[in-house]
């Protein structure tokens, strides 16, 4: 397994630093060794106090690690004061990647270097990296290049090349665009841009250590510069999405949310799976399907669009008196089902899956003595849902649950074209399919 190395400060809010560093190590699969040089008191609010670590203690954390586990690569954060820079750098010996984040003030706005070691700062650890990630105000403050746009971003870039690193990204979290573009000047003077969409939050808890730590397991891992960083920056672009509210400061960038979501993405489309293999053993199940055949979809417990609800690609049909998935189990497969379980869940967040079946009055009767039932009148929904097109089932999901928050099934008589339907929702696919029996043993 591949070994990274953070030399950095201990956040006691576990958003930035040595915390988050490990956090982003664990989630790229690269096994993630310490060495800490400041121990802070911090939340989401303010740095309290900081206690710098013995530049002997710096030294000897260094020296433990390079002797059992040597890194393949090293990220560098805060260091905070000329000795401890000097301890540092007098121990990054060997032909690594140092990727060196340069952790001068903190979002909440206390100074991590002091002042008088910025030169050391600069003269030390800068000709030591392979990659410096500056942001704005950093790339500004080590440079002395005003940086007003692009042009300002690249000659802050070149002016870091010149005073030693081998490679600068400067971060483009800072430029108040739409459109935030990193810039990247490599050791052989190419400029590459990496550019993501502003994701609409304010400033967050560490971002930069994420983003650092990310290119640092990305260089360990033996991905070539520019790949790394590209990586990184969607990496981070997730965590910044998923942040989250630990605190009353700032929101706190989640690293791990890409691997809590592949997680449930895993789950998700197993159990649909399983719960499609048990329905097509379900005897006598065909004919509970419509004319315009069935869908069973399982959403994501943090659900928000079709894409995060799983389904049958191409539905459940009728073959003599089976029923047959006509394809795989995939996100994003339904688009009308998912509505009715994304509307469903923003009233119910337990249940998760919905299934579709023929409404019949038997059926319908039979539903009535087992579950809580409410309905819809499609003739009523107003022209401006009508107009838009798939929000007919979501409209009238929320207004059945408007008249019987408790209801389990829901159900409308059709319209002009359109072909009555039951939608049965439960907790999960097994959930609904338990359900479905209890219909067809009473029909």
């Not at 969607?234 to 400061?249: L, Q, S, T």
């Not at 439960?426 to 359900?435: A, E, Q």
């Amino acid at each position: 397994m591949k070994v990274a190395l953070s030399v950095a400060g201990s956040d006691s809010g576990a958003g930035a630093g040595i915390q988050a560093d490990l956090k982003t190590f664990s989630a790229l699969g690269v096994y993630g060794c310490t060495a800490i040089t400041a121990i802070t008191a911090q939340n989401t609010k303010k740095v309290a106090e900081i206690l710098a670590i013995a530049p002997e203690m710096v030294k000897a954390q260094i020296a433990s690690v390079m002797a059992d586990s040597p890194p393949d690569a090293v990220k560098v954060g805060m260091v905070y004061s000329n000795d401890i820079i000097d301890a540092v750098a007098g121990s990054l010996r060997g032909r690594m990647p140092v990727v060196l984040d340069p952790i001068l003030v903190a979002g909440t706005g206390a100074k991590l270097l002091r002042d008088d070691a910025l030169e050391r700062f600069i003269s030390r650890l800068m000709p030591r990296c392979s990659l410096l990630t500056p942001n704005r105000m950093e790339a500004e403050k080590l440079s002395g290049v005003r940086i007003k746009g692009e042009a300002g971003a690249i000659e802050a870039a070149e002016r870091l090349r010149s005073l030693g690193a081998k490679n600068v990204i400067v971060k483009g979290g800072h430029f108040g665009k739409a459109t935030v573009t990193d810039f990247l000047l490599d050791g052989k003077g190419r400029l590459t841009k990496i550019a993501n969409p502003r994701i609409d939050i304010e400033e967050s808890h560490g971002s930069g250590c994420n983003f650092s730590s990310a290119a640092t397991a990305y260089l360990a891992r033996g991905i070539p510069l520019e790949e790394a960083c590209r990586m990184a920056n969607e990496y981070v672009h997730v965590a910044i999405k998923n942040a989250v509210r630990v605190g009353k400061g700032l929101p706190v960038t989640n690293p791990l949310s890409s691997i809590y979501r592949d997680a449930m993405r895993y789950g998700t489309i197993t159990e649909l799976q399983q719960a499609l293999d048990r329905l097509a053993t379900i005897k006598d199940f065909y004919r509970l399907i419509p004319e315009t055949q069935t869908n069973l979809v399982y959403a994501l417990p943090d659900a928000e669009s079709y894409k995060d609800v799983a389904g049958v690609r191409g539905r459940i049909v009728r073959a003599g008196e089976a029923a047959v998935p006509v394809s795989r189990a995939e996100f994003g497969a339904s688009r009308h089902m998912a509505s009715a379980i994304l509307a469903y869940k923003s009233a119910r967040p337990a249940y998760r899956s919905v299934i579709n079946i023929r409404l019949d009055p038997q059926v319908l009767e039979i539903c009535r003595s087992l579950f809580q039932v409410s309905s819809y009148d499609r003739s009523k929904e107003p022209m401006g849902i009508k107009e838009k097109e798939g929000s007919t089932i979501a409209w009238g999901t929320k207004s059945a649950l408007a008249r019987k928050p408790e209801a389990d099934v829901i159900y409308h008589q059709g319209d002009v074209s359109k072909e009555p339907m039951i939608t049965l929702f439960g907790k999960s696919p097994g959930d609904v399919l338990d359900r479905v029996e209890k219909i067809l043993k009473r029909s």
